[in-house]
């Protein structure tokens, strides 16, 4: 076969010379070496203080996303259910009483919505497959948790603030996921 | 202060000094473990232990409280007595050697004239070979009561490993006793201190040949064959936990203090620093500058240990052994020869 790179070299099958063998030299050559590591740049980033930047794409924890009147804009077609290939997303629908047009959008919502997180493998297709843009993934991710349980997280924990009655809270949530 | 014809005073002062040397030894190897840490860390482009406390300075702290608040574990086949004993023993023996270690020139306090040594004996090099050689003791005991064939093994390779280097070792330093004509430590840094040279001049090759041997005897790389932990799951200590395994990784340390402590006696000076004038400061500070110059010292001989350590890998058990007989005694014979045929030549 041919190089594919010009770096190619033959090893030396020559006997050690007498300094060679001595090892000394060779050991204080790699003694410089680990010196001069004293001194590089190290590229460890001090987790809870410092906080390495996310890429443009990243997923997260998802988020049920609510229109500018504070709305849930989830109808529970269960299409994100569907798409979900590690079957994490479980959720129950109910109808829009009289009255409640300020809380849900139109007139099927989910009434339970959970997400197992500990199943759940950040793909996006549930963002993919969602007709109503309810659902979408932001920049955070789960947080460390004692238990099972605390991983299944509900519509309490995945809905965005309200934005007209919870606006300082949503302004919070938009500065952390920026 | 003399009652039924002793000096009491001298009782008095000499238990201070040994309280004020063994609780400085165990200060300075807990700062050690930490040091090692941190060096490693930053041989590797890592920033180390820096959580506990600022520049995680209570890092050695933490472990230690961790250690002492561990299960202890006895196996149940073990010799219980041999196995308690061992850590002890390790650490005992460690702790013996710093008797000799002369720190620095007497200093004056209350009208008495206090050597910053607790014992100057006239075979104080002699004095810390048998001490040495009773650590393996340690391990040896260790080894042997946790009733593991990993510990016996690891055990047995400690035990030929310190027979074999001790042999060059005290051969290498012959020639340098050849030079002084005294065993004693504070006899050999003083002619240090009165000559124009530290001996590391006179005796290039045994200094070299006593620090590799320094260096296998204390069970650091790459001589760390008796804690190999992908061949020997850790070694003599596998059994061990809580404080006694503590004792062992803190005997460990303390050898190495000691180790450097000898070497800058014998070789580079002791408290001698250099391009210094003592006698234009009072004696008292002139003692206490030769202390600090002899931690630093230290300081510079651990951090060379660690450094080493960090560098390169471990010998294979029969190189260890081909180095230790094949060349390190044929070496250090021919330094014997060497320095007793220029002596010879000079007379």
């Not at chain 1, 790179?5 to 090892?23: C, D, G, H, I």
């Not at chain 2, 041999?82 to 020139?105: N, R």
Request: charged content about 15%; glycine content about 8%.
């Amino acid at each position: 076969m041919q190089p594919l790179t010009n770096k190619a070299q033959a090893v030396s099958r020559k006997p050690m010379t007498f300094l060679e063998r001595l090892y000394l030299i060779n050991i204080i050559k790699g003694m410089m070496i680990t010196f001069s590591h004293m001194f590089k740049k190290q590229p460890t980033i001090h987790y809870p203080e410092q906080k390495r930047e996310f890429s443009p794409v990243f997923r997260g924890l998802h988020v049920l996303n609510r229109d500018e009147e504070g709305r849930e804009k989830c109808t529970a077609c269960g299409l994100c259910a569907v798409a979900c290939p590690a079957e994490a997303i479980t959720m129950e629908a109910a109808e829009r009483m009289e009255g409640e047009e300020n809380l849900y959008k139109e007139e099927k919502y989910a009434a339970k919505y959970e997400i197992n997180m500990l199943r759940c493998i950040f793909c996006g297709l549930c963002e993919e497959a969602c007709p109503k843009d309810a659902i979408y993934l932001s920049e955070t991710f789960a947080p460390a948790n004692y238990t099972r349980k605390g991983f299944i997280y509900g519509k309490e924990d995945l809905l965005i603030p309200n934005p007209k009655t919870e606006a300082s809270a949503l302004a919070m949530a938009k500065g952390v996921e920026a | 202060m003399t009652i039924l014809s002793f000096d009491w005073a001298f009782i008095i002062e000499k238990l201070i000094m040994i309280a004020i040397i063994v609780f400085a030894s165990l200060g300075i190897a807990l700062y050690t473990t930490f040091g090692e840490r941190k060096v490693a860390a930053i041989l590797q482009d890592r920033p180390g232990p820096s959580r506990a406390g600022p520049f995680g300075l209570l890092q050695p702290l933490a472990d230690g409280l961790k250690l002492i608040t561990k299960e202890e574990i006895i196996p149940s086949h073990a010799d219980k007595w041999l196995f308690i004993l061992g850590p002890g023993l390790a650490m005992t023996a460690s702790l013996l050697t710093c008797a000799v270690i002369p720190w620095g020139t007497a200093i004056h306090v209350f009208g008495r004239t206090v050597e910053l040594q607790i014992a100057d004996i006239n075979i104080g090099i002699l004095y810390v070979f048998a001490v040495v050689s009773m650590g393996v003791y340690g391990i040896m005991i260790g080894g042997w009561a946790s009733n593991n064939k990993f510990s016996l093994l690891s055990a047995l390779r400690a035990a030929s490993q310190a027979i074999s280097y001790e042999l060059a070792m005290g051969l290498a330093l012959i020639g340098l006793l050849m030079t002084t004509g005294s065993l004693s430590l504070k006899t050999i840094v003083e002619a240090q201190v009165a000559g124009n040279w530290w001996n590391v001049v006179y005796q290039p090759l045994g200094f070299l040949i006593f620090f590799i041997c320094a260096m296998a005897e204390c069970n650091r790389t790459p001589f760390d064959l008796p804690e190999a932990e992908n061949e020997l799951n850790f070694g003599y200590h596998q059994e061990y936990s809580s404080m006694k395994l503590g004792f062992y990784l803190f005997a460990e340390y303390i050898n190495m203090i000691m180790s450097s402590a000898i070497m800058a006696s014998m070789y580079f000076g002791g408290y001698d620093l250099p391009f210094f004038d003592e006698s234009t400061v009072a004696p008292n500070i002139a003692a206490m500058i030769g202390v600090g110059t002899l931690l630093i010292k230290i300081v510079l001989f651990i951090f060379l240990f660690m450094w080493i350590r960090w560098t390169i890998p471990r010998f294979r058990y029969d190189q260890l052994m081909s180095l230790g007989w094949k060349t390190m005694i044929p070496l250090a014979l021919f330094n014997m020869l060497l320095t007793g045929a220029i002596i010879l030549a000079k007379l």
